[in-house]
Structures are given as structure tokens and as C-alpha cells.
């Protein structure tokens, strides 16, 4: 389903609303379109490779990156899916009841779990993956190959910097002004 409002309406009323707030506009425009564009993205794949398998961005994700490395420890799935691990719980519920994954025991440390697909999750992916590709195809459909190589390398140099150097940041700000307890009663990771 589209946005109840057009980018440019949207970016319109943004400029309308910070007049002239002294904010760094190249930063906000490209955040903001970064995340708009993931989720257009996102809500596209769903509604088009995914649908016929059933199938949720996270559960996609989480059986893709378990594709990728065939057996994995759970938190790092979470990780890699980025995804909290109470998310995942239930992501793998279902993907095991539909038979798709199977949880097992860390054989050297009992309190990790491992994640594999099953045969018929194996099977679903490779049939499933090439139409996801097509999607990801169309999606950028509107840019040259050139262009998709370098849209790929400036969202790879953000995720690499925040990577390298988000957790040093964070940590400062922390410093700053400290952060308040959340409300929703999970505990806040320091």
C-alpha cells in the first residue's frame, strides 16, 4: 500500500516545519530517504516474492541468513536478521511448525542454540530466491547497473562506518546526557 502522501508532499511539509531550524538538511534528506526507501522496499518484497510463500520481511530474512551460513547460533542470527531475540523466539516458532527450521543444542555449550533448515527450508529458498531476486530487480529497474554498483557501495560505506564507529558515538552521547530508563519493562542495554 502506498504512503498517504507523496514524497515531495512529504519532503514540502518537512521544509514547511523546520523553516529555519539550523539542522544539517543533506543528513536529513538522505536518513530519511534511506528509510523510506527500506521501508517502500520492504512492504513491496512482501507484498510480491513473499506472499506466495507466507512469509514476513523478518521471517524471510531470518531463513536467508540461516540459508547463508546452513547451521548458526541464534543470537547471531538475530544479529545478522537485526532483529531482538525475543522477535526471533517467535520467528522460529513458526518457521519450525511449518517445517521450514530446526532449533538444536549447542553440542559445546548447552546454553546457545543452533539454527539449521530443514530440507523442505532449503527447498523453499531455492525456489523462492530467485523470484525474491526478480523483485529486487524491479525495484531498481529504474537505475543503470552502474548506478545499482554505486547505490550498493554508499549504503555499504554508511553500514561500515556505523559499524566501526556508531558504538563510540553512542557511548558518547550516553556521556552527555544520560539515557532515562524505558517505560515498556524491558531493561535498557547499557
Known sequence: MPAHY????????????????????????AV????????????????????????TWSAFVVLWVV????????RHVAAEAGISKGTLTGIIKTLESRGLARRSQHPEDGRLALLR??????????????AFNDEEAFVVDALTGEESLRLADTLRRIVTHLEAHGEE?????????????????????D
Not at 523510506?36 to 512469509?55: C, P, Y
Not at 530440507?119 to 530467485?130: C, I, K, N, W
Open 67 to 74: 540459508w547463508i551460513w546452513e547451521e548458526i547460533e541464534t
Open 6 to 29: 507523496s514524497l515531495n508532499q512529504t519532503e514540502e511539509a518537512v521544509s514547511r516545519r523546520l523553516g529555519s531550524i539550523p539542522i544539517k538538511r543533506e543528513a536529513l534528506a
Open 169 to 189: 558515538r553512542r557511548e558518547e552521547l550516553r556521556r552527555q546526557t544520560p539515557v532515562p530508563p524505558r517505560r515498556g519493562g524491558r531493561r535498557r542495554a
Open 32 to 55: 530519511s530517504n534511506l528509510y523510506r526507501a527500506a521501508s517502500t522496499v520492504r512492504q513491496h518484497l512482501e507484498n510480491s516474492a513473499l506472499r506466495g510463500a507466507d512469509l
Open 117 to 130: 533448515l530443514t530440507p523442505e527450508g532449503t527447498a523453499l529458498m531455492e525456489r523462492l530466491f530467485p
